[in-house]
């Protein structure tokens, strides 16, 4: 038996055959010849006049007819030993993006929602973004729960849960964002994200810890107890903010009512509610005053206001920096890690499509370094962690690059329904307006 051998082939075919009746199938699409030693076999075999034979073999996905030029003396074909085989690499029509001349709405927190680091990616797709903040966020859950449209909101780690209970959220499909694996696994594997049957209802976009910032100069001995904050020594020295959650938090571990060893919500009692609202009394009285936020406080560290902010962010040194004073933090001993913010999909999203790709680029890489740089936060993608300009490289990553970071993301609210013998968040409220009423 004869073979017809690859250099006999490869003659007669060439481009001007079997590779240009690949290039004609795949009309404008690109495409390379790769040659390959693959065995094929010989169909047909037709005699033509002159010094031309038909054969007709079998290609890899479909049968090719080819020309032979030269004329093999072969009793019998039965295959061919080697072949040219025309690898196609189709170039995709361009992805129309789903967020291409959309509106997102967004509620929550300004300065998380990529306003600075996506405005590039938003005018290049014609993509308006819509923000929105009600002011607190009993407020902001009020707000969807009546119905009205965002596609995107903030969920923090300190209400996630009740955000998540409040039946506010879809549930997130992580295989829908490509940048979800990359993300630290003490944050991607993180409970205070889930629901109790583990379905994942929020994507973490930035964190950090929880320390209170203060002014070195005026400040010799810092605190080491949130207990600190109800001696005299500290009358009109601090502010906090006008939230129970912080105060009431601390002291309950403090008082040893609240274990900092699980991520599980706090349960107080009444009992042990009337001994805290006791103490974060005497706290309130001793603050100078109630801060509006991170700017504010930092505004009255540099201007020589107070010398201490209890609810503080390692950012207020940078700022207050700019402005020529040096500023530093610190931590209560009853503090019990930090704090994730991250963007959901309310159960009114109209453009749900648009959402989970704008979560998505929220997550990438350069984004990320971006957003983490920018709010002086960690960030959440550990392919950005060496990307972060110097002054936010000031977080302990190894905190978050393995998985048992239950108790770094305490819940610091109660839940929803804690069950009866216990205070409910709302309870909590109620004792913080007798607080301020006096």
């Known amino acids: 038996?004869?073979?017809?051998?690859?250099?006999?082939l490869l003659r007669g075919?060439?481009?001007?055959?079997?590779?240009?009746?690949?290039?004609?199938?795949?009309?404008?699409?690109?495409?390379r010849e790769v040659i390959k030693e693959v065995p094929v076999e010989v169909i047909k075999e037709v005699e033509v006049p002159g010094e031309t034979r038909v054969v007709e073999v079998e290609v890899p996905g479909a049968t090719k007819t080819v020309e032979v030029e030269t004329v093999v003396e072969v009793e019998k074909v039965v295959e061919v030993e080697k072949i040219v085989e025309v690898e196609k690499l189709v170039t995709p029509p361009p992805t129309v993006s789903?967020?291409?001349?959309?509106?997102?709405?967004?509620?929550?927190?300004?300065?998380?929602?990529?306003?600075?680091?996506?405005?590039?990616?938003r005018e290049g797709l014609n993509t308006a973004l819509e923000g929105s903040w009600p002011g607190n966020w009993s407020e902001l859950i009020a707000s969807i729960k009546v119905g009205n449209v965002y596609d995107?909101?903030?969920?923090?780690?300190?209400?996630?849960?009740?955000?998540?209970?409040?039946?506010?959220?879809?549930?997130?499909?992580?295989?829908?964002?490509?940048n979800w694996n990359d993300m630290v696994p003490g944050l991607r594997e993180n409970s205070s994200l889930r629901g109790p049957d583990g379905t994942v209802y929020g994507a973490p976009i930035a964190w950090g810890?929880?320390?209170y910032v203060y002014h070195p100069a005026r400040v010799e001995s810092p605190p080491t107890s949130i207990l600190d904050m109800m001696e005299p020594e500290w009358k009109d020295r601090f502010v906090l903010f006008d939230a129970p959650a912080l105060v009431y938090f601390l002291l309950g571990i403090a008082d040893g009512y609240i274990d900092v060893a699980t991520p599980d919500a706090p349960l107080i009692t009444p009992e042990q509610l009337d001994v805290i609202v006791e103490q974060a009394a005497v706290?309130?009285?001793?603050?100078?005053?109630?801060?509006?936020?991170?700017?504010?406080?930092?505004d009255r560290l540099v201007a020589g206001d107070i010398d201490l902010a209890m609810g503080g962010w390692e950012a207020m040194l940078t700022w207050a920096a700019e402005k020529g004073v040096k500023l530093d933090f610190g931590f209560f001993q009853e503090s019990a890690g930090g704090w994730w913010d991250g963007l959901a999909i309310p159960v009114t999203a109209d453009d749900v499509d648009c959402a989970y790709e704008y979560i998505d680029m929220m997550l990438?890489?350069?984004?990320?370094?971006?957003?983490?740089?920018?709010l002086i936060s960690a960030t959440v993608n550990r392919?950005?962690?060496?990307?972060?300009e110097l002054g936010a490289q000031i977080y302990d990553y190894s905190i978050v690059l393995g998985t048992d970071t239950g108790a770094m993301f305490k819940n610091a609210t109660p839940p929803e329904d804690p069950g009866e013998g216990y205070t409910s968040y709302q309870d909590w409220l109620d004792a913080w307006q007798a607080i301020k009423a006096g």
């Open 383 to 388: 392919k950005s962690i060496g990307m972060i």
């Open 13 to 31: 075919i060439g481009v001007g055959t079997v590779g240009m009746a690949a290039l004609a199938a795949c009309g404008d699409t690109e495409i």
């Open 364 to 374: 990438s890489p350069d984004v990320q370094a971006q957003v983490a740089t920018n």
């Open 283 to 298: 706290i309130v009285g001793n603050a100078s005053a109630f801060n509006t936020g991170y700017q504010d406080a930092t």
């Open 98 to 121: 789903a967020c291409q001349d959309a509106t997102l709405s967004f509620i929550g927190l300004a300065g998380e929602e990529g306003d600075v680091e996506l405005a590039a990616w």
């Open 209 to 211: 810890d929880g320390p």
């Open 152 to 178: 995107l909101v903030t969920i923090p780690y300190h209400w996630s849960q009740r955000m998540i209970a409040s039946g506010i959220l879809q549930p997130l499909d992580t295989s829908r964002l490509s």
């Open 1 to 8: 038996m004869e073979h017809l051998t690859r250099r006999g």
